[in-house]
């Protein structure tokens, strides 16, 4: 046996179900975008479906709001979560065992999350409440409008806490790869405690900080749990959209719902080509220096 | 000090909502501008209680689609890891990006495309089709650990092995299996987690007839009774951790024993 | 819309063979008596697929109906949380895939879908008439129409529902009891009201009493769909909703996405009134503890809109008797009963109080329905019908178009 053919016998168990369900699935979303075998014959044109979003500004309106709520939550998920990595791994023994309560967050389903915020956030939440006692605040209404001020900020909160666990994971298992004798030598040498963290750790932790970043702004683009509960009726999410189009609609309606998956799809291929390549330039140019 | 203001983020972001939750599910009539209810109420446990069969039904078919779903990734990504932390070859950057696209694109995105074919074959409405789907998003999760698993191991072990007459099959199983539970473990939580916490592609494929927990619970988050809602996110809360406690104390007094041998 | 249904049914008609076993065993059904489909019933399953989220009603369904399925005919009632939309959609995707047999007995419908459902061919029938029940207790009359559809014994009747409003006595003294009425008092409170984004089924109903009461009353749509008379009216409407909108709750940016927000959004006193399709709504929360004691229902006097609900069999259910004989046991006397109890539920019953012995209609009347719950004698004088579903389709698209995106 040649040695690739044993190769791709090896790699088989994945690379069978990859091709024929991921490839297959993916293919399949995408000739319903032409309307081609879709469940009922299609009376359209082939490209209808994508004219159809095209022409309509609203379509434009949720891309561009989902692509902003996503970004906005990963950076923050992943600058807090890092810092709170930092400092976690900086505690004595003892209470780092205390700390793990981090992960209650990963254990929590998306809409329970969501639903966390609404309850602290909302006018008549926990925090207005509490404001309230403070005397801040004499009623709900002069609560800040955190929710439903057309940002998405309610999403963006729900997404980084859900988030924020998740990449103190990824930056947790780098940290513990950390030779902590590094940041004792800069020490000596005089470095401040920042410039310890900027200039010695972060990069070691560079690798993870992407990772995260990739795996949660794509996660938040294209899931539907979180704007479920708290997306606002303008402008909307794209996926409320393709949920609306795939199950409120009768079925001369797919083709949209599977041109919106596949520019999904297409953004988020394209992305993390573009997002690795980037990276790769930037560290290639540190190394350099 | 410093450690004091860490641990008081900490409680704050992550404990704080499990006490409201909890104050939540025992106050039904907690509104504003109270900062404490003002009157519990045992209704959400109450109805706990009286439906404590459905509820017990709906976890275990979660737990055991989710753990179904770890089975299933472990013998899809044992081989193609290890040969990706031994063997070079042309294009492996492409290939292993393209195996963990699964978990990076909207799931939406292949399985509604599939949903049509699965409901062809049958396989919609069966626990088989369910573990199906959340295995083909998952496993990406099981392959990272694994190959990290098997890179950190290293050569030595099978080389050991082999000179001392082990065959392929008899290495995999006796001796790095064990070595890589660790890995297995860890690639495990994670699939486990996302399997149980799923919910839109178990209701895609699972139709109703396949019982969830978050398709309990997924109706009621959203309606307007609150502290039930609570009460169930609790119960999500609790199976998980319990089950990672149990592993990992049993996992511990399980390498004591072998040592001991 | 219209151009799917007649591609979908010429669809059909193209693979027709394959229904063709299907139909004939439907067909022996049709002709089966009564009690010897209750025999093949017997020790078999029935999964019902229905809205699930109210706690309140799913206790009812797994206490109360479960228990006596069982008892009464030995049948196993297996509940399954699903919207009406979402499983007609499960159904279009079976019927399209040509599966035969499809997992689901019994369904919980009403309106648009049930028009939806029954334009694709997804459902089984006629069956109503056969059901014992209906044929003692129920008006003929009062289940012909579902939104202005022919019923044509397609579902059977289960329950009825009529539009109310809800607001605290410890908040507000006096509210408002018509639309013009309601007018000022939005513009008198600033942010105290909303309502949920149609096709939210509760929102789309409110704006469709807006739309009877701006545009003079429901009568003149009752005939049917008509395009004129809508181009002419709707206007009316659209000011109406947006000569309110810049005072509604957060100025009308954004509208609870579901009538289950709004209710949260009033439990929590953001907003002074609530509303629901379903008169018992407000008593339900106060027992469940959501709502203050001091909530209380009104309607509003220049027309409440009020509908039955159904239930309806898919045309794949595998096991149609096992469904038919629930079907038949929700519109029976004792299940209704229980249905009308406000601890249960509250919803109210679907029976023809005429046809009532008079020791039934005595357990009715003796019914404690609760404060914060209208009588029937407040509630029937007001009673207005539903509009066709054309009118409902145009109403939510024109909403978007007029209200949402104007």
Redesign the interface.
């Known amino acids: 046996m040649s040695s690739t053919s044993s190769l791709i016998l090896k790699l088989s168990p994945l690379a069978l179900p990859y091709l024929a369900l991921f490839c297959g699935g993916v293919f399949l979303t995408v000739c319903q975008s032409f309307g081609l075998l879709t469940p009922l014959p299609y009376p359209g044109g082939m490209v209808d479906a994508y004219l159809e979003l095209l022409t309509d500004s609203s379509f434009f309106a949720s891309f561009v709001f989902s692509l902003g709520v996503a970004a906005v939550s990963a950076a923050s998920a992943v600058t807090i979560g890092t810092l709170l990595a930092y400092r976690i791994w900086k505690l004595p023994g003892r209470l780092a065992t205390v700390a793990l309560v981090y992960k209650i967050p990963l254990v929590l389903p998306h809409i329970a999350v969501a639903f966390v915020v609404l309850v602290f956030w909302s006018q008549s939440g926990i925090l207005a409440s509490a404001a309230h006692q403070l005397g801040l605040i004499r009623s709900m209404t002069e609560f800040p409008n955190v929710l439903y001020s057309g940002w998405g900020i309610g999403m963006i909160l729900a997404y980084t806490l859900k988030g924020t666990p998740f990449a103190m994971l990824l930056v947790m298992a780098m940290l513990v790869r950390f030779d902590a004798r590094q940041i004792q030598t800069a020490d000596m040498l005089g470095a401040s405690g920042l410039r310890i963290f900027f200039s010695v750790v972060l990069p070691r932790l560079a690798p993870a900080m992407h990772t995260g970043f990739i795996i949660l702004f794509l996660y938040s683009f294209g899931a539907f749990d979180i704007p479920y509960i708290l997306s606002e009726s303008r402008p909307g999410m794209l996926s409320i959209q393709v949920y609306n189009l795939y199950f409120k609609h009768d079925l001369a309606r797919r083709p949209e719902a599977m041109a919106i998956l596949t520019i999904m799809f297409g953004f988020a291929v394209l992305f993390i080509v573009a997002y690795s390549k980037v990276v790769r330039r930037l560290e290639d140019g540190v190394r350099k220096l | 000090m410093k450690h004091l203001v860490t641990l008081l983020v900490l409680a704050m972001l992550f404990v704080l909502p499990v006490v409201v939750l909890m104050l939540i599910g025992l106050a039904p009539g907690w509104r504003f501008p109270h900062v404490w209810p003002d009157e519990f109420s045992p209704q959400a446990i109450a109805y706990l209680v009286r439906n404590h069969e459905r509820i017990l039904t709906s976890l275990s078919s979660s737990l055991l689609f989710s753990m179904l779903t770890v089975l299933a990734t472990l013998p899809m990504c044992l081989i193609p890891a290890a040969v990706f932390a031994r063997v070079d070859f042309p294009g492996k950057a492409l290939v292993e990006g393209l195996l963990l696209t699964p978990a990076l694109v909207p799931p939406m995105t292949f399985a509604m495309g599939l949903h049509y074919v699965f409901i062809k074959l049958s396989l919609t409405e069966t626990m088989l089709g369910v573990v199906i789907m959340l295995a083909m998003f998952s496993y990406p999760y099981m392959f990272r650990a694994l190959v990290a698993g098997f890179q950190s191991m290293g050569e030595d072990y099978r080389m050991c092995a082999r000179n001392l007459g082990a065959g392929p099959l008899a290495i995999m199983l006796k001796v790095e299996l064990p070595l890589l539970i660790p890995a297995v473990i860890a690639g495990g939580s994670v699939v486990f987690l996302v399997a149980f916490s799923e919910y839109f592609l178990v209701f895609l494929i699972g139709g109703g007839s396949v019982d969830s927990f978050t398709g309990t619970l997924f109706p009621l988050l959203s309606s307007s009774n609150r502290s039930l809602a609570a009460v169930l996110t609790l119960i999500f809360l609790f199976l998980p951790i319990a089950l990672f406690v149990i592993m990992d104390t049993t996992l511990l007094r399980l390498y004591r024993k072998m040592q001991m041998i | 819309?219209k151009?799917?249904?007649v591609?979908?049914a010429l669809?059909f008609t193209m693979t027709a063979p394959t229904g063709l076993y299907a139909q004939t065993a439907d067909a022996d059904l049709a002709k089966t008596p009564f009690s010897r489909i209750e025999e093949q019933a017997r020790g078999s399953q029935v999964?019902w697929?229905m809205?699930?989220?109210?706690?309140h009603v799913?206790?009812w369904v797994?206490?109360y109906v479960a228990g006596e399925m069982k008892t009464r005919y030995d049948i196993d009632l297996v509940r399954?949380?699903?919207?009406a939309?979402?499983?007609v959609?499960?159904l279009?995707?079976?019927k399209?895939?040509?599966?035969k047999k499809g997992?689901?007995d019994l369904l919980w419908i009403n309106g648009e879908n049930f028009k939806?459902a029954r334009e694709?061919g997804l459902l089984f029938g006629p069956f109503a008439q056969k059901l014992p029940n209906v044929q003692q207790v129920v008006d003929p009359d009062s289940i012909a129409f579902d939104f202005g559809f022919p019923v044509d014994g397609y579902e059977a009747p289960y329950g009825r529902a009529q539009f109310v409003f809800e607001y605290d006595t410890a908040q507000i003294a006096e509210p408002p009891t018509t639309m013009a009425a309601l007018k000022q008092w939005i513009h008198a409170n600033p942010?105290r009201f909303t309502y949920p984004?149609p096709?939210d089924f509760t929102g789309s109903a409110f704006i469709r009493q807006v739309f009877y009461a701006v545009t003079g009353g429901h009568a003149q749509y009752l005939a049917g769909w008509d395009p004129d008379l809508f181009a002419r009216k709707a206007p009316l409407l659209w000011q109406w909703l947006n000569d309110v909108e810049p005072y509604l709750w957060?100025k009308g940016?954004?509208?609870p996405?579901?009538s289950?927000?709004l209710?949260?959004?009033f439990?929590?006193?953001?907003v002074g009134l609530g509303m629901s399709y379903h008169p018992p709504h407000a008593q339900n929360?106060i027992i469940?503890?959501?709502y203050?004691e001091t909530v209380r229902t009104f309607v509003m006097q220049d027309g409440s809109i009020y509908n039955i609900h159904f239930t309806a069999i898919p045309f794949n259910s595998p096991n149609k008797s096992g469904a038919m004989v629930l079907a038949n046991f929700l519109i029976s006397v004792d299940a209704q009963l229980s249905k009308y109890r406000p601890e249960n539920w509250g919803d109210f019953p679907a029976l023809d109080p005429k046809r009532l012995s008079p020791q039934d209609k005595r357990r009715f009347q003796a019914v404690d329905l609760g404060p914060a719950t209208l009588g029937p004698e407040q509630l029937n004088p007001v009673a207005v019908p539903e509009i066709p579903a054309d009118y409902l389709e145009a109403i939510e698209q024109g909403w978007r178009d007029h209200v949402?995106?104007e």
């Open positions: 819309m151009r799917t249904l591609i979908i669809y999964s697929y809205f699930g989220g109210w706690a799913n206790t797994d206490t399954v949380p699903m919207d939309g979402v499983f959609n499960k279009l995707n079976e399209a895939a040509g599966k997992n689901i939806n694709a942010g984004q096709p957060q940016r954004t509208y996405q579901d289950a927000f209710d949260t959004l439990s929590r006193g953001e929360k469940e503890g959501t203050p949402l995106n």
